[in-house]
């Protein structure tokens, strides 16, 4: 009985590791998918242009 005992938490965990996994697999794309892809681009361009703008002398 001590090996069942061994056994169960691993395999609990696997399980609940495969579905965490394939709920976001699932979750990926989607409705939102043009929104979330839309928001992630205006940020990276904000980023983008804040690096090349250009700085006062006396900072």
Not at 38 to 43: G, N, R
């Amino acid at each position: 009985m001590d090996y069942v005992s061994a056994l169960v938490p691993p395999v609990v965990m696997a399980v609940f590791f495969i579905g965490l996994v394939r709920t976001i697999i699932k979750s990926q794309g989607g409705p939102n998918k043009a929104k979330e892809d839309a928001a992630v681009d205006a940020a990276l361009a904000r980023a983008e242009l804040a690096k090349q703008a250009p700085r006062p002398e006396g900072v």
